[in-house]
């Protein structure tokens, strides 16, 4: 059983994606199942306050973060999920008329 969070969502597509370009190459399918991998938990509760855990790669520990660290790492997160879901046009402000 998986979290409900935006991380599964975004690894469930991409492991999607690549099964139905797959299938419409005419190539057969993964032999490897979905797994779901836990990179951070990341919590904002207002403009000031955030909370998180960030797993570490080499140590397999989770760091419990807050403060203005965790805050940079959500809005790093954040920023990337728009990136994601929208393409880098975005980031292109509106030119003066």
């Given at each position: 059983?998986?979290?409900?969070?935006?991380?599964?969502?975004?690894?469930?597509?991409?492991?999607?994606?690549?099964?139905?370009?797959r299938?419409?190459?005419?190539?057969?399918?993964?032999?490897?199942?979905?797994?779901?991998?836990?990179?951070?938990?990341?919590?904002?509760?207002?403009?000031?306050?955030?909370?998180?855990?960030?797993?570490?790669?080499?140590?397999?520990?989770?760091?419990?973060?807050?403060?203005?660290?965790?805050?940079?790492?959500?809005?790093?997160?954040?920023?990337?999920?728009?990136?994601?879901?929208?393409?880098?046009?975005?980031?292109?402000?509106?030119?003066?008329v």
């Amino acid at each position: 059983m998986v979290p409900p969070r935006a991380q599964v969502a975004h690894q469930q597509a991409d492991y999607l994606v690549n099964a139905f370009v797959r299938a419409s190459k005419g190539q057969p399918a993964l032999d490897v199942p979905y797994v779901y991998k836990d990179h951070c938990s990341l919590v904002s509760f207002d403009k000031n306050t955030s909370v998180g855990t960030l797993m570490g790669l080499l140590t397999k520990l989770g760091w419990f973060v807050d403060d203005l660290f965790a805050r940079i790492m959500y809005t790093k997160l954040y920023l990337m999920h728009l990136n994601s879901l929208l393409g880098p046009a975005w980031l292109r402000l509106p030119q003066a008329v």
